[in-house]
């Protein structure tokens, strides 16, 4: 059965070459194609921020002038965000959802090409935004009324990407909602299926209630900017403070969108090099079900500076430190799964390992940002810039790269090269650290972000971050060279790729063939 | 072997679509809600009272007051940010009262055959004196596309609040005019959209 290779197993004619792509319904090309373009989104959001950290480099102006380096931290934060990070998470999902609950494919599987085929147009509208006059939109990632109901044309290039990535974004949640529901092997009850699933059922719900939000303020922004409305126009009776309370209804499940399917990565890796199945499985579910239920009523942290009310102040805050006890629930349980373990450390127990310690720092970082009066003093500092690139990523970014790795064997049939992954490891954290950990010094010191000119005394810090800024995307293309390495031959990968590793995708063989589970497999 | 997906599947999984699709259309129009349901709870609560002005009335009255003990020198200052214009203050400094109503000018050319919009972005000296200097009417409020060649008188009245330290005797008001790319064709320039 080893040797059966995906085009014995078409059951059909189907189109070659670039029409395959195209076309495809197959929740594994589906799943290729977003990792693929997620990783180029990474790349080019990687540029802008490189460019950034030059100009940062030394304080005065070297290499850009101030309204580029604005769209640059714009369209790095943007990209980033909607381009690589999610993106990506949908392209495991894709990938391994059907696999870990036995499912033949996705339950739309046509809807599923047009979520993925969606993006790219998206994209070009977003990058090419930089070539329209005026440039890109330049209001930071936010879009923050009025900055962005005065922007250029940029802006409303960027309006209309986002929507369209809304769109892509939902459909692709509606669909990952429905395999999950629907779809599951007989015998995959819910409290049986791997915590990777749960997560991003939760996180699927979460997208299905917050990005119509998003597509309705930058729809209110779009009408701000050309139809005369003034949801935002303080002249025409409306508030720009109303956007940030839409944007951030929006933004604060955003950022658990784009780390609980980092949570579930991890909690599918650590019990495989641990060698003991996943401590408190339930209680994980329930902390994943609470985290999303309390992203709805913390948004006003992100606006203490706005001039709230003490009582809102302390509510939002208070709200907001006990996300910390689902979160702690968590880090506990993957440190209770290590502990008396039968630990080894291939290269995805590294990054998953890497990713609870410095996730944890960008947790707790979090937690000081929360308690109003600091976060007051922080406000727009670095040392905002540090914690959220600490959560996404030390937290997200390293708990893709932590499945990549882990799921490279059954997505190329080989196993990706352990020496290259310990270097990509270690080189990205090391300068992951020597980037970020200066930040949370000169948020403190008082340095303001999104600024391309600083005072003398951040010099140094500012030097540091850069260097290790560089050495850090430069890092990047060792994972670039072990993926193609992997794909390209390597040792074989035997169907369960690492020794103990539970669940139904290490029962297909490795590469999983092009169609899997057309007969329901038996759940023990 | 008989299809995984039957029919019975498929009429359950469109079910749940339209359901979650419906959802996704609510929470659409939820975004919109959240805008009534805002000014309701400022209404309520009494903050952010924009909607009803008047009600902050008494505090600005007792602003008004002319502060005739003491005087500030305003000094202005005008700079260009790669803009080919000719921008200056009609008068270097005045001398007010706090709490004095002052109407000042400056004078802006642009000397390019072809029209150009810029944005003039206001900065203070010292830094806190930005919040006693109560503008209320600037040309930094709104883009000013100047035609080719237009020559323009643009105005600026403002208060300074009688509340300002007592050991602040100058405030320089600076003026840099950014040139708006991409927005030339907006004309005049109100309102800030085109």
Redesign the interface.
């Given at each position: 059965m080893a040797a059966v290779t995906p085009e014995q197993l078409h059951g059909h004619h189907a189109p070659s070459g670039l029409m395959r792509w195209l076309t495809t319904t197959n929740h594994k090309d589906i799943g290729t194609m977003y990792m693929v373009f997620s990783f180029i989104m990474f790349l080019s959001g990687g540029v802008m921020a490189l460019t950034i950290r030059a100009e940062l480099f030394q304080p005065g102006l070297q290499v850009v002038q101030p309204?580029f380096f604005n769209q640059l931290t714009t369209m790095h934060g943007l990209v980033m965000v909607f381009g690589a990070i999610m993106p990506a998470f949908v392209g495991f999902a894709n990938w391994m959802i059907p696999l870990m609950i036995g499912?033949?494919d996705m339950?739309?599987a046509r809807m599923n090409n047009w979520s993925f085929w969606l993006l790219p147009p998206a994209a070009i509208l977003l990058i090419g935004s930089f070539f329209?006059?005026?440039?890109a939109t330049a209001a930071g990632w936010t879009l923050y009324a009025?900055l962005s109901?005065?922007m250029?044309?940029?802006m409303d290039l960027a309006i209309f990407a986002i929507h369209i990535m809304g769109i892509s974004s939902?459909m692709g949640?509606?669909n990952i909602?429905?395999t999950v529901?629907?779809?599951r092997a007989p015998g995959m009850t819910m409290m049986k299926m791997p915590l990777f699933c749960w997560t991003w059922l939760i996180t699927a719900y979460l997208l299905?209630?917050?990005?119509?939000?998003?597509?309705?303020?930058v729809t209110?922004v779009l009408t701000?900017?050309?139809f005369?409305t003034s949801?935002f126009?303080?002249?025409g009776?409306g508030?720009p403070?109303?956007y940030q309370?839409?944007f951030w209804?929006?933004g604060h499940p955003e950022v658990y969108i784009m780390i609980l399917p980092a949570f579930g990565i991890v909690s599918q890796i650590i019990p495989t090099f641990a060698r003991k199945p996943l401590f408190g499985y339930a209680s994980m579910v329930y902390a994943t079900a609470s985290i999303a239920i309390l992203s709805f009523a913390v948004w006003a942290h992100h606006m203490f500076a706005t001039?709230?009310?003490a009582a809102g102040q302390l509510f939002f805050m208070y709200a907001t430190m006990l996300i910390a006890v689902p979160t702690g629930v968590k880090v506990f349980n993957w440190v209770a799964t290590m502990w008396r373990g039968a630990l080894s450390f291939e290269t995805p127990m590294l990054w998953a390992v890497g990713f609870i310690f410095v996730f944890t720092m960008g947790g707790f970082t979090g937690l000081i940002c929360a308690i109003a009066p600091i976060d007051i003093q922080v406000q727009d500092t670095y040392y905002v810039v540090a914690h959220f690139h600490y959560v996404l990523v030390a937290g997200s970014l390293f708990a893709l790269f932590a499945g990549a790795y882990y799921w490279l064997p059954k997505w190329t049939g080989h196993m990706p090269s352990e020496a290259l992954g310990k270097l990509h490891f270690w080189c990205s954290m090391i300068f992951f650290n020597i980037t970020f950990f200066p930040m949370h010094f000169l948020g403190l010191a008082g340095m303001p972000r999104r600024i391309p000119d600083y005072a003398l005394q951040f010099a140094d810090f500012n030097a540091m971050a850069s260097v290790g800024a560089f050495g850090f995307g430069l890092s990047q293309l060792i994972f670039l060279v072990a993926v193609v390495k992997c794909i390209r031959g390597g040792e074989r990968a035997a169907a369960r790729s690492w020794e103990s590793a539970e669940g139904l995708e290490w029962t297909v063989p490795s590469p999983a063939p092009h169609h899997t589970?057309?007969?329901?497999p038996v759940i023990r | 072997m008989k299809p995984r997906v039957t029919d019975s599947l498929a009429a359950d999984n469109r079910r749940l679509l339209v359901r979650l699709a419906l959802s996704a259309v609510v929470m659409f129009g939820f975004g919109f809600l959240l805008v009534p349901f805002y000014e309701k709870i400022c209404e309520v609560t009494g903050i952010n009272n924009f909607l009803r002005p008047e009600a902050e009335a008494g505090a600005q009255a007792a602003n008004t007051q002319i502060d005739t003990s003491r005087s500030v020198l305003v000094q202005f200052d005008a700079n260009l940010h790669d803009l080919p214009w000719r921008f200056q203050p009609v008068q270097r400094s005045v001398s007010v009262h706090p709490g004095e109503l002052v109407h000042v000018e400056y004078e802006v050319s642009n000397t390019r055959p072809e029209p150009i919009t810029g944005q003039a972005v206001p900065s203070y000296g010292p830094q806190l004196a930005g919040q006693y200097l109560r503008k209320l009417d600037c040309f930094c409020f709104a883009q000013q596309t100047l035609a080719p060649g237009e020559k323009r008188i643009m105005p600026v009245v403002f208060v300074v609040d009688p509340a300002l330290p007592t050991d602040v005797n100058t405030i320089t008001l600076s003026y840099t005019f950014f040139e708006l790319k991409g927005r030339n064709t907006a004309a005049g320039g109100a309102g800030g959209t085109s």
């Open positions: 309204e499912a033949s339950a739309f329209v006059p005026g440039g009025p109901v005065q250029g044309m940029g939902i949640a509606i909602v429905v529901l629907n779809m299905i209630a917050v990005m119509p939000v998003l597509a309705g303020a209110m701000d900017r050309h005369g949801f126009n303080a002249a009776g508030d403070v109303m309370h839409i209804f929006f001039g709230m009310p589970f057309e007969e329901a | -």
